[in-house]
């Protein structure tokens, strides 16, 4: 076996021969941190600014690195954007819909999630980012379908996924289960998200997110709960 260093992308990896010439690249630490950099320093600007009012310069001085390292990282503002927003919303759906399909208490695993989901809804910088994207969208569409595809599809694709199961399980009703997760989704937030986007009105408080869950649930199971 042979042993060799080459460049990825601005750092150096080992790259690993082994038989039949097949090669297997290890990116270091340093770059994972320094991309980490990156997109911490552009999220700062981006939220700042919007995509229209951020420069590659600004986003460089608040990474703290040089213009040259930044386009060895990201070659545009928009690949910047792309990475840093489809990042944020997937981060978002792992976390949020890790659904035990096996716990036999629905009401008790949708609560949970509808409280979670309803709390990062209401985080002033989540509102930011679906700020920033949307007004990124009009100029390039694809950032919006792809925010939409990492986040909004993957948390109702992983819900769906826990209704199924307990549909099977005789927990739920047969119905469209892909449907029932938005409406469940849509429930919890029914016109919260609007309302922040536009700030209109008062802040939500934690105070509003217990009863704006109990009655989703209220709702989701007349419509969805195991027939008598």
């Known amino acids: 076996m042979t042993e060799r260093f080459g460049q990825s992308r601005g750092a150096v990896a080992v790259v690993v021969e082994g038989l039949g010439g097949e090669k297997a690249s290890v990116r270091s630490?340093?770059?994972?941190?320094?991309?980490?950099?990156?997109?911490?320093?552009?999220?700062?600007?981006?939220?700042?600014?919007?995509?229209?009012?951020?420069?590659?310069?600004e986003i460089a001085?608040?990474?703290?690195?040089?213009?040259?390292?930044?386009?060895?990282?990201?070659?545009?503002?928009?690949?910047?954007?792309?990475?840093?927003?489809?990042?944020?919303?997937?981060?978002?759906?792992?976390?949020?819909?890790?659904?035990?399909?096996?716990?036999?208490?629905?009401?008790?695993?949708?609560?949970?999630?509808?409280?979670?989901?309803?709390?990062h809804m209401i985080r002033p910088d989540h509102v930011a980012i679906i700020r920033m994207v949307i007004g990124a969208t009009e100029k390039f569409p694809r950032f919006g379908q792809a925010f939409y595809e990492a986040g909004p599809a993957q948390g109702v694709a992983r819900l769906t996924a826990y209704l199924d199961r307990q549909v099977t399980a005789g927990r739920l009703r047969r119905a469209d289960t892909e449907l029932a997760a938005k409406h469940f989704l849509h429930l919890c937030q029914a016109g919260l998200l609007t309302r922040l986007l536009f700030a209109a009105g008062s802040p939500v408080t934690q105070a509003e997110i217990g009863p704006r869950v109990s009655e989703a649930i209220r709702v989701f199971f007349a419509a969805y709960g195991p027939e008598d």
């Open 29 to 57: 630490v340093a770059e994972t941190d320094k991309r980490r950099q990156i997109l911490d320093g552009a999220r700062s600007v981006f939220m700042a600014s919007g995509f229209d009012g951020a420069s590659m310069g």
């Open 61 to 119: 001085k608040a990474a703290g690195v040089s213009k040259g390292t930044l386009y060895v990282y990201f070659d545009s503002k928009e690949a910047l954007f792309g990475a840093l927003t489809l990042e944020e919303k997937r981060g978002l759906a792992e976390a949020l819909f890790q659904l035990d399909a096996d716990d036999p208490d629905v009401r008790g695993v949708l609560t949970r999630l509808g409280h979670s989901y309803l709390v």
